[in-house]
């Protein structure tokens, strides 16, 4: 297990507020975002005219690994009943939760956590488990589970997550954390990871690619 047991990654069922925490955190992540451009295929043209006609949910897709296994010889639990189905779960109709549209049940809406400097709120859309070790009783106790999650508001509508974020001039200010790039800060405030120019013109950076924990970033409004 990784140490720092209060920065594993999380998560939350939004329902229920049910959390299945992470043994180990991701080792990568991958985020992925889509515009619709349809081309007016006009006669005579070389190139036809391309029309903006929307953009699709972001999806956050990752591989996590769950593990009871234990070197020392002590009896492994079912890594099924201790952490893959509580995930698996996620995934199943709740019959009390109602879609707006069919008015039928639906699975929870959820959120991916980790640490205190980002989140990721949305549906999950695919997940897909592996077995990896098994007790000679053939009990399951390492397990890897693919999981994707689809974005279900529209962050750049609404109050921004980062916790210590404020308000200066009807502009916004971002306190910088270790990691964090301009593409990652304009994901989170704009929704689109091609707007970090904008904040490096307002904060008249050079040095784009090197940003101080704890500095301070006006994010100019879109």
Do not use: H
Not at 149 to 171: H, M, R, V
């Amino acid at each position: 297990m990784q140490s720092g047991q209060n920065n594993r990654a999380t998560i939350v069922n939004l329902e229920t507020k049910e959390e299945i925490q992470c043994g180990f955190n991701p080792n990568t992540y991958t985020f992925d975002k889509k515009n619709s451009w349809p081309a007016d295929q006009k006669a005579g043209g070389n190139v036809p005219q391309a029309t903006f006609g929307g953009g699709s949910p972001a999806t956050l897709t990752m591989e996590l690994l769950f593990d009871t296994y234990s070197d020392d010889g002590a009896k492994a639990e079912d890594v099924r009943t201790k952490y893959t189905d509580k995930l698996w779960a996620l995934m199943m109709v709740d019959p009390k939760l109602k879609d707006k549209k069919s008015k039928k049940g639906r699975p929870p809406r959820v959120k991916f956590m980790w640490g205190k400097t980002w989140s990721f709120e949305g549906v999950i859309t695919s997940l897909t488990q592996k077995f990896t070790l098994f007790l000679d009783t053939g009990i399951p106790v390492r397990a890897t589970v693919n999981v994707t999650f689809q974005q279900s508001k529209d962050e750049a509508a609404l109050a921004k997550q980062n916790p210590t974020s404020g308000g200066i001039g009807g502009d916004r200010v971002w306190t910088v954390t270790e990691g964090d790039t301009l593409a990652w800060i304009a994901y989170k405030e704009y929704g689109d990871t091609s707007l970090w120019r904008l904040i490096a013109e307002a904060n008249n950076l050079d040095q784009v690619r090197r940003l101080a924990p704890g500095s301070t970033l006006v994010i100019p409004n879109g």
